[in-house]
């Protein structure tokens, strides 16, 4: 009698954040590269992102936009993860019309390190975090063989000019802005590990020359939810995704599709 198929993990909701900026040579994203101890993506160079807190629902009313709670929940989310992760925060003072500047940030960093919660430091330092500010770029399911599995929506955000990303020393062991095509290259000589929709999104913005034209065109994007199905074929390993996604996946390298 062959072993019963295991019922496949629920994915956990998360967000991950694609920060923007406008370099010498054009636009540049923001890459972590994770610790090599980190229960998910071990060393693998990836976008600031995490796993939904319930923290994160506390702070909806503290936010702009008219996005339902869950996904003002999302966007929180990513945006708490890209500060813990990389320093960067999307917020504004109460009232204000600006994102946080770094003298501003500083005054935060100080009361969060004091504090210890990042829902309790937004709180009581009177923060908006700038959920308006982000742009859905796309969602994605862990394959159902994986025994972690994240229910993954990504969102791009131009960073604050005057903020300086570093890592955490923890879960990141790197911060670093590169264009999108540079990191692709990286991946190619394999200086870099990517995972699957890390390749994809990092293809999809290597088409974009600064962060203006890569937003507005995200923002009339049709978002697809992509479940990807990695199959075992004659000629190898074939992924199966939504044909909205409008990308061959004949395109992807076969070193994307297999697990860690």
Known sequence: MSDPVPTPAIPRPAATLLLLRDGETGLEILMIERHGKSGFASGATVFPGGRVDA??????????????????????????????????????????AALLSAEELAQFRTRHDAIGNFTEAV???????ATDELVRVAHWITPEFEPKR????????????????????????????????????????????????????????????????????????????VMPKIIQTDEGLYIRVPETLGWDPSTIPERYLRPR
Not at 80 to 95: F, I, K, N
Not at 123 to 129: V, Y
Not at 180 to 208: I, N
């Open 55 to 96: 923290g994160d629902h506390v702070l909806v009313p503290l936010c702009r936009g008219d996005a339902g709670p869950e996904e003002q929940a999302l966007r929180i989310a990513a945006i708490r993860e890209s500060y813990e992760e990389s320093g960067v925060l999307l917020g504004r003072l109460a009232g204000a």
């Open 123 to 129: 709180t009581t330092a009177e923060l908006e975090l």
């Open 150 to 225: 994240f229910d993954t929506h990504f969102f791009a955000a131009v960073t604050p000019p005057e903020q300086i990303a570093q890592e955490d020393g923890h879960e990141a062991v790197e911060a670093v802005w590169l264009s999108p095509q540079a990191v692709l290259d990286a991946a190619e000589r394999g200086e870099r590990y990517l995972m699957l929709p890390t390749f994809v999104l990092l293809s999809q913005f290597a088409k974009y020359d600064n962060a203006a034209t890569a937003l507005a065109a995200e923002s009339k994007r049709t978002i697809s939810t």
